[in-house]
């Protein structure tokens, strides 16, 4: 069994690989800031596997992330349900030249990618470590 058939280093390794496709985009996008009806592209948030538990009448159950108000003054959840919902994606600025690149939303942009690779990263190279613990290697 390699550490490719790992589920978490197999999610953690399609995350960087997102990452690095999404940082090409913004960058495409930036350098296309001036081009007349350049309209800015963004990468869809990868599919990555659902773990699912068995319920106690044997059928499979996908978890469910849902906020909880722990104290009385705590804000309610939006809709009641308490379910988080992917929010709208925002329209973008044209410009008069007809492009549609807002530069602060694509370096806003670059900088949380760049965030989220360098967690998914670390995060990798922990498991590699706990992994090697494992086996009784430094």
Not at 16 to 33: P, S, Y
Not at 71 to 80: L, N, Q, S, T
């Amino acid at each position: 069994m390699g550490i490719g058939d790992l589920g978490t280093m197999s999610a953690l390794r399609t995350r960087m690989q997102w990452h690095q496709a999404r940082q090409r985009l913004i960058a495409e996008n930036v350098a296309n800031a001036d081009t007349p009806r350049f309209k800015a592209k963004d990468l869809a948030q990868p599919k990555m596997p659902v773990t699912s538990r068995a319920s106690a009448s044997g059928g499979v159950v996908a978890p469910v992330v849902t906020m909880a108000m722990t104290e009385p003054g705590h804000i309610a959840p939006r809709g009641g349900t308490g379910a988080f919902k992917a929010g709208d994606k925002q329209n973008f600025e044209v410009t008069p030249s007809g492009n549609a690149v807002d530069l602060e939303e694509q370096m806003t942009r670059s900088a949380e990618n760049q965030l989220d690779y360098q967690t998914a990263a670390s995060l990798y190279q922990q498991s590699l470590s706990l992994l090697r613990t494992a086996l009784g290697r430094k």
